[in-house]
């Protein structure tokens, strides 16, 4: 079972990760383009998940999931299953609420680059794609790197969202938070330090990692 909890941990982090690089990256270069007066609303509705109660987002995305309203009834028409207490309700879920570990980083990133380089490419004819892909891209790899590393990271941590979302059901959204906090409510303290133990050295290894990656790029 906990093996199930691990690998299932595993591909929730992977998948949101993915989908945060990929929908993350272009919404951070845009904040950091963009000079609109609606820059700081959409600034703070990203950011939102940083001050905002884990089971206040849960509960309203829980009720968004609900067949009851358009979404959930969208999905279930589309798939047959419902968003709530299943694995993509969670990849949603996850999604939404490591959103700003992602994008703020980057809009940072982006927001220090050297804009210059941008005008002398468009300058030589070079298109806005262009640009984004060979200039602001491979001048922002660490900043690209560390903002992975912070959504894989934040994801694997998660627990008052994926609780509310997807429940505790063993093999489909149990994942290794909750079968941490399953594992102490029975009193089953062997794996709860097992499980425990492994989040702390994980998350160890992975924050010497991030600062090792900071200072290296600093001293560049």
């Known amino acids: 079972m906990l093996s199930a909890a691990v690998w299932l941990t595993i591909k929730l982090a992977l998948i949101t990760t993915l989908i945060l690089m990929v929908i993350g990256t272009p919404l951070a270069w845009k904040l950091a383009t963009m000079r609109s007066r609606l820059r700081p609303v959409i600034e703070a509705l990203v950011g939102l998940p940083l001050v905002l109660p884990p089971t206040v987002l849960g509960f309203y995305l829980l009720l968004a999931f609900s067949p009851n309203n358009a979404l959930g009834q969208f999905w279930l028409d589309l798939t047959g299953s419902t968003l709530a207490f299943s694995f993509s309700g969670l990849v949603v879920a996850s999604v939404l609420y490591s959103l700003p570990f992602v994008v703020q980083p980057l809009q940072r990133s982006f927001e220090q680059l050297d804009h210059g380089l941008l005008e002398a490419a468009a300058m030589l004819g070079a298109r806005r794609l262009d640009r984004f892909i060979n200039i602001v891209l491979p001048n922002t790899q660490r900043a690209l790197l ?41 009193q089953q303290f062997e794996t709860a330090h097992t499980i425990a133990g492994g989040l702390l050295a994980f998350a160890m290894v992975l924050l010497v990692v991030l600062y090792s990656i900071d200072r290296r790029g600093s001293q560049r």
């Open 146 to 186: 560390l903002a992975a590393c912070m959504g894989f990271a934040h994801t694997i941590g998660e627990f008052g969202v994926v609780l509310m979302i997807g429940g505790n059901i063993p093999g489909e959204t149990q994942v290794l938070s909750i079968a941490l906090f399953d594992a102490v409510e029975t």
